[in-house]
T-cell receptor, first 112, second 116 residues
Framework: DAKTTQPNSMESNEEEPVHLPCNHS???????IHWYRQLPSQGPEYVIH???SNVNNRMASLAIAEDRKSSTLILHRATLRDAAVYYC?????????????FGPGTRLSVLP | EPEVTQTPSHQVTQMGQEVILHCVPI?????FYWYRQILGQKVEFLVS????????KSEIFDDQFSVERPDGSNFTLKIRSTKLEDSAMYFC??????????????FGPGTRLTVL
């Protein structure tokens, strides 16, 4: 499985945008980029995913570099509820259901 | 919104005892998974299940572990003889299995297993 690298922790002020980076320099052309988050004492929760183009949904935006070796999860206005561990995960187009390889993720703290 | 449910929320057992963790995946999903998370550590894949058989398993998933889909709705993880190091949060997940590489996995709230 291709590996991802994320900062261990980040801090943001409430109501401000947050940019969470992820490096995946060994990504293959058929790997999707997924972002999940884990709120305290809960299971991981889907945030967003993409392949090549930038993606937006009601939770966040995903900006994917042109060479696909990095991506950035953007929370447009952080709230206290967004404090969580954020995981960047790759999955291969060659497979349907497949296991996710979770790294340590980025622990986001949101300050009031 | 459909969700994955897990029972019990907390299970306490004695070392050497058998435990069964229960999950009800989302009804139209085809793939089912178990992950575990030891306190303070990362989420680790255990096993995936499709079409009534294991499709992939990790090194953690040894002979002490088994999975079963006993009926059309439940998906269970059995640990035959629990060890202290099995203490962890166990998450069940399911996915549609219809979108290559883009399948979203939906996770349950987890079962906290404590082995004494």
């Amino acid at each position: 499985d291709a590996k991802t690298t994320q900062p261990n922790s980040m801090e943001s002020n409430e109501e401000e945008p947050v940019h969470l980076p992820c490096n995946h320099s060994t990504i293959s052309g058929t790997d999707y980029i997924h972002w999940y988050r884990q709120l305290p004492s809960q299971g991981p929760e889907y945030v967003i995913h993409g392949l090549t183009s930038n993606v937006n949904n009601r939770m966040a935006s995903l900006a994917i570099a042109e060479d696909r070796k990095s991506s950035t999860l953007i929370l447009h206005r952080a709230t206290l509820r967004d404090a969580a561990v954020y995981y960047c995960i790759l999955s291969s187009y060659n497979n349907y259901g497949q296991n996710f390889v979770f790294g340590p993720g980025t622990r986001l703290s949101v300050l009031p | 919104e459909p969700e994955v449910t897990q029972t019990p929320s907390h299970q306490v057992t004695q070392m050497g005892q058998e435990v069964i963790l229960h999950c009800v995946p989302i009804s139209n999903h085809l793939y089912f998974y178990w992950y575990r998370q030891i306190l303070g550590q990362k989420v680790e894949f255990l096993v995936s299940f499709y079409n009534n058989e294991i499709s992939e398993k990790s090194e953690i998933f040894d002979d002490q572990f088994s999975v079963e889909r006993p009926d059309g709705s439940n998906f269970t993880l059995k640990i035959r003889s629990t060890k202290l190091e099995d203490s962890a949060m166990y998450f069940c997940a399911s996915s549609e299995g219809m979108r290559r590489g883009a399948d979203t996995q939906y996770f349950g709230p987890g079962t906290r297993l404590t082995v004494l």
